[in-house]
T-cell receptor, first 117, second 111 residues
Framework: SAVISQKPSRDICQRGTSLTIQCQVD?????MFWYRQQPGQSLTLIAT?????????ESGFVIDKFPISRPNLTFSTLTVSNMSPEDSSIYLC??????????????FGQGTRLTVV | QKEVEQDPGPLSVPEGAIVSLNCTYS??????FMWYRQYSRKGPELLMY????GNKEDGRFTAQVDKSSKYISLFIRDSQPSDSATYLC???????????FGTGTLLAVQP
């Protein structure tokens, strides 16, 4: 099983600033995913990060607000830019697991709990 | 209407009880159905995976999919305090390969 380390685990940030979240995997993976988990709401996919190409963003999420880097097969970053209190949430990265012969995200990091004040 | 509906709970049961967790969905193209368990301040972990309809059993856990009713269930037998967590259902269709999650049900098993 993949082990995913996310940093920071939590942070309190001032509005208007930016925070970069790091995700490190202990093995090479093709696809990495970034999710947002707001209180009382479903886990929502922000974007898919593939190594060597631009991230693919879901409806409602844009690169200017959530720039993503994927420099190699074990690492990715998500930046939350120009933060407002509405960005307060848990942000999670995940990677696919091919055990079932189907790309399903089985492994998640522990999440980054972000509070914007 | 949300694509996936899940009762958020909280659900409180005594130790040893049988727990039934459920999700309904509206997209008939969903073929892959998953249950994740999420402990407090941790990321979700995949618990059960089912393709199409039918049952799947793994120890104390049984996942059921009824595609005709667009309804999936997770049963936990002989529930333990260590089962206390939030349980999220998720599903996807092959065409998009994108997971759609329910909001999660918070379960508390009382010793």
């Amino acid at each position: 099983s993949a082990v995913i380390s996310q940093k920071p685990s939590r942070d309190i940030c001032q509005r208007g600033t930016s925070l970069t979240i790091q995700c490190q995997v202990d093995s090479q993976v093709t696809m990495m995913f970034w999710y947002r988990q707001q209180p009382g709401q479903s886990l929502t996919l922000i974007a898919t990060a593939n190594q060597g190409s631009e991230a693919t963003y879901e409806s409602g999420f844009v690169i200017d607000k959530f720039p993503i880097s994927r420099p190699n097969l074990t690492f990715s970053t998500l930046t939350v830019s120009n933060m407002s209190p509405e960005d307060s949430s848990i942000y999670l990265c995940s990677v696919e697991d091919l055990r079932f012969g189907y790309d399903t995200e089985a492994f998640f990091g522990q999440g980054t709990r972000l509070t914007v004040v | 209407q949300k694509e996936v509906e899940q009762d958020p709970g909280p659900l409180s049961v005594p130790e040893g009880a049988i727990v039934s967790l459920n999700c309904t969905y509206s997209n008939s193209a969903f073929q892959y159905f998953m249950w994740y368990r999420q402990y407090s301040r941790k990321g979700p972990e995949l618990l059960m995976y089912t393709y199409s309809s039918g049952n799947k059993e793994d120890g104390r856990f049984t996942a059921q999919v009824d595609k005709s009713s667009k309804y999936i269930s997770l049963f936990i037998r002989d529930s333990q305090p260590s089962d206390s967590a939030t349980y999220l259902c998720a599903m996807s269709e092959r065409a998009t390969n994108k997971l759609i999650f329910g909001t999660g049900t918070l379960l508390a098993v009382q010793p």
